[in-house]
């Protein structure tokens, strides 16, 4: 049976490759970016399928804020625990004579750029079919980066009025067996963070908060880069890169995350109150008053087709019925795939 690093690698490859058949270029104009928006947007607006779709994503720019903490409380303890594992004995040991000419950063401890020159020169001279050499300096610096993520985003959150979500607890199976699977978990956690902050980016509406999700997405990117390159990857692979939605993010993590001292990501925390039960109530021999009937829940789904009740009436599509023009796709999908519920023609 694969291990859960083998596994959580595996259901990153596979999800890449499913993105990569399902969307594509819009001939002779924009190109798909983070569902369609961008190039919808440069066309005149977004269909109302596509709202619907974005509203179910997330609630709020703070819900996603605290979707990328999530993300990022993850990686930071991913690295904190791997690195106290991993000293630099530990490297020296494993990489010995592994392309010590290209020792990917080198040891460089100061940054100087003296240091940083001899790195390039060095990388430069090595095999270029050979990844270059580990090194531990590096990803210290990545961990410190994380850190500063989980840090900023939490005190944005709580300037913006809302509840960060507390760092939860993992277990990363074998990733932390030896460096090898260490490192390749970390590339693969890596390109899952950019492919999040991708698939998250069309649905903030705050241009500031925009901005500083942007400026963490790229500097995940260069981390996803180099940890591509160590790994003996492309460090470049596509000029186009896929964003995941929250499900399928969720769906690629979720083995990670055992405890909900954080919330996992497509449940992020919110400063709604929660309801709790009402005590027991002893039985009596009088009849029982009538009680008023619940409410519907605000995102019940009568018909189980993906779509919220609320969110039908707007689309006008039949909440007790999950393929409203019944061409065999559910109401869900379509809005999803962004084609026309009301429209059988449209699949």
Sequence with gaps: MPSLHERFIEAVIEERARLSSRRGFITGGAKLAGGGA???????????????????????????????????????????EGLEQFDEDAFEEAFAGVNADADAAGDNETGTEEADDADEDATAEADDDEAPRPSRARLEEIRDHEQQHVETLTATITDLGGTP??????DFGDAFDDIEAFLETAQALENTGVAAYLGAAPFITDADILAAAASIATVEARHASYLNLVNGDSPVPDAFDEPLTRAEVLEIVDDFIVGDGATAPAAAATTAPVATEAPAVEPTTAPAEPTATAAPAADADTDGDGLADADEATAGTDPANPDTDGDGASDGDEVVNQTDPLDPDSV
């Design 38 to 80: 961008l190039a919808l947007a440069v066309a005149g607006g977004a269909p109302s399928g596509l709202r619907l779709a974005r509203a179910q994503e997330f609630t709020d720019d703070i819900d996603i804020l605290n979707y990328a903490l999530t993300l990022e409380q993850l990686e930071a303890f991913f690295y904190r």
């Design 165 to 170: 979500v507390e760092e939860g607890e993992y």
